[in-house]
Nanobody, 115 residues
Framework: QVQLVESGGGLVQAGGSLRLACAAS????????RAWYRQAPGKQRELVAL???????NYADSVKGRFTISRDNAKNTLYLQMNSLKPEDTAVYYC?????????WGQGTQVTVSS
């Protein structure tokens, strides 16, 4: 059974930092393209950052220079370091792993940034 479990969300003041983690089980995480998405209330889910199997990264314009996606293949874990957080970063953050036609999602972790 495949499971992606996010952790590290919480309440933080604007300008603060959080580090999200996504622990995978049941799959070899490194064989997948991995990504973080977020969904704010009343908005569509959007891609925040992705990292390919080869380690290439890409970011949404809104988080470039503030967020960093990384992975620890030995721990089968994906991370998202979020710095200089803004109130508009408030959302539920989801971990995603894709392999061919298969797509796996975590349950999400709430990030709330107060002004």
């Amino acid at each position: 059974q495949v499971q992606l479990v996010e952790s590290g969300g919480g309440l933080v003041q604007a300008g603060g930092s959080l580090r999200l983690a996504c622990a995978a089980s049941g799959i070899i995480f490194s064989a997948h393209h991995r990504a973080w998405y977020r969904q704010a209330p009343g908005k569509q889910r959007e891609l925040v950052a992705l990292i390919t199997r080869s380690g290439n990264t890409n970011y949404a314009d809104s988080v470039k220079g503030r967020f960093t996606i990384s992975r620890d293949n030995a721990k089968n874990t994906l991370y998202l370091q979020m710095n200089s957080l803004k109130p508009e970063d408030t959302a539920v953050y989801y971990c995603n792993a894709d392999y061919a036609t298969l797509s796996y999602w975590g349950q999400g972790t709430q990030v709330t940034v107060s002004s």
